[in-house]
């Protein structure tokens, strides 16, 4: 069955360093997105990507947050310059089209220390 | 802004016993709803989901769920549970499709033999 898959499973990362979590969609999906979720807290949406841009994005996505599709398969989320409170599991997910199911990783667990 | 309540953190049940778990929405149109699970270490597996039509949806799993506009809920129900069901649970909202979901907090399911 085809999936997700996000790399690393854990990063640990020195408060101020830039940090990029790593996403391989499916290979025919269209759409794809970030999702966080601080320990004991919802998941909250980051930002959604079609067609090589950016198509919505939270208020959590400041200018500290870009998303990138460098090569047509990888699909990265970058935190130019961490803080402590971006600690969180990140999820990337992706779907063919808005109306079918959207498919998640297993989540990149990311502490900034 | 839509948003959405999962009034219950954690339930218990007993393997074999019935499972409703709650989820009360808010959104000004017509939702877009789902309900994900997470088991440990993993990722957020859909198991059913509406958009339109038939009120009563089936999922994977034997899940189902009611779409009760009047109530603002979509509960989550399973006749007979099993000792795999334990999990965290997730109703979701969207605007439209997948598009920017909006999470709650999560209820988590143990099962007791």
């Known amino acids: 069955e085809p999936e997700v898959t996000q790399t690393p499973s854990h990063q640990v990362t020195q408060m101020g360093q830039e940090v990029i979590l790593r996403c391989v969609p499916i290979?025919?999906?269209?759409?794809f997105y970030w999702y966080r979720q601080i320990l004991g807290q919802k998941v909250e949406f980051l930002v959604s990507?079609?067609?090589?841009?950016?198509?919505?994005k939270s208020e959590i996505f400041d200018d500290q947050f870009s998303v990138e599709r460098p090569d047509g398969s990888n699909f990265t989320l970058k935190i130019r310059s961490t803080k402590l409170e971006d600690s969180a599991m990140y999820f990337c997910?992706?779907?063919?089209?808005?109306?079918?199911?959207?498919?998640f990783g297993q989540g990149t667990r990311l502490t900034v220390v | 802004a839509q948003s959405v309540t999962q009034p219950d953190i954690h339930i218990t049940v007993s393997e074999g016993a019935s499972l409703e778990l709650r989820c009360n929405y808010s959104y000004g149109a017509t939702p877009y709803l789902f309900w994900y699970v997470q088991s440990p270490g993993q990722g957020l597996q859909l198991l059913l989901k509406?958009?339109?039509?038939?009120?009563l949806v089936q999922g994977i799993k034997g899940f189902e769920a009611e779409f009760k506009r009047s109530q603002s809920s979509f509960n989550l129900r399973k006749p007979s549970v099993h000792w795999s069901d334990a999990a965290e649970y997730f109703c979701?909202?969207?605007?439209?499709?997948?598009?920017?979901?909006?999470f709650g907090t999560g209820t988590r399911l143990t099962i007791i033999p």
């Open positions: 997910a992706s779907t063919q089209n808005i109306n079918t199911e959207a498919f």
């Open positions: 979701a909202v969207g605007a439209y499709g997948n598009e920017k979901l909006t």
């Open positions: 290979s025919n999906h269209l759409y």
């Open positions: 509406y958009f339109s039509g038939d009120t």
């Open positions: 990507f079609y067609n090589n841009e950016i198509s919505e």
